[in-house]
C-alpha cells in the first residue's frame, strides 16, 4: 500500500510569537484579512458584516462630517493604536486633523482620538460592550458610542458615553433612537431613520 499523500493546507495562519503579536506585527505581516484587530496581543480576525453595520457606519460618518470642527476629521475603519499590544479599529472615529498626515497612512494615536465609535455584530458582541471601551477609556479617548441594532424595523440605537478622567471609565450620557442630537463632543445632529433610506 502506498504513503498516504496529505494536501498541502490551502493558507498557512502566523503561528504566535511566545510574548504576542505587536502592533508592529500588525502592520507588517503578509495576507492578513481586512480589519484585522489587535487586543492585548492577540490577533483578531473580523467575520463578513451584516448590512446593518455598513450603512450605519456610512450614516453616522456623513452625518459627522456635516458638523465636525475645521480642526476633526471623521474616518472609518482604521486602526487606532493604543499601546504595543493593542490596535483596535473602531468602526468610525474622529481624530485631530493635524494627526491625517498622508493618505497611504494606516493607524491613529490614542491621544488623537476624540470619538471611537463601535457598531455591533453578533462575533463583536463581547467586544463592543467590553473590552474595546475598557481600552478606549484607558487611553483616555474623550467620548465613546456603542450602537446596536434594536426592534422589528431594524434600526440603530445609539448608546453614548464621555470619560471620567479620574475613574478612567466611561459613564452614559445617552440612548437614542430616531434622532442622535448632541451638543457634546460638537454639534451633531443625524437623523437615524435615514437608514431606511440608505
Known amino acids: 500500500m502506498g504513503a498516504l499523500m496529505t494536501a498541502a493546507p490551502a493558507h498557512r495562519w502566523p503561528v504566535p510569537p511566545r510574548d504576542g503579536y505587536t502592533v508592529d506585527d500588525l502592520f507588517t505581516l503578509p495576507d492578513l484579512p481586512p480589519h484585522t484587530e489587535l487586543i492585548d496581543g492577540s490577533l483578531v480576525f473580523v467575520s463578513p458584516q451584516r448590512d446593518f453595520h455598513s450603512v450605519v457606519i456610512d450614516l453616522l460618518v456623513s452625518g459627522l462630517r456635516a458638523t465636525v470642527p475645521i480642526d476633526w476629521k471623521v474616518r472609518r475603519e482604521m486602526t487606532v493604536v493604543i499601546d504595543k499590544r493593542n490596535g483596535p479599529e473602531p468602526d468610525v472615529s474622529v481624530v485631530r486633523a493635524d494627526a491625517v498626515q498622508r493618505r ?87 437623523d437615524l431613520t435615514e437608514i431606511d433610506r440608505l
Do not use: C, N
Not at 155 to 179: I, K, M, Q, W
Open 104 to 190: 497611504a497612512q494606516t493607524y491613529f494615536r490614542a491621544a488623537d482620538v476624540m470619538l471611537a465609535v463601535e457598531v455591533v455584530s453578533p462575533d463583536s458582541e463581547a467586544r463592543d460592550y467590553d473590552t474595546k471601551p475598557h481600552k478606549y477609556a484607558g487611553a483616555g479617548i474623550p467620548h465613546f458610542w456603542r450602537v446596536d441594532m434594536a426592534g422589528t424595523d431594524e434600526r440603530p440605537v445609539v448608546h453614548t458615553f464621555e470619560l471620567d478622567h479620574e475613574a478612567r471609565a466611561y459613564r452614559s450620557t445617552g440612548v437614542h433612537a430616531e434622532r442622535l442630537k448632541l451638543t457634546d463632543p460638537f454639534e451633531i445632529d443625524i
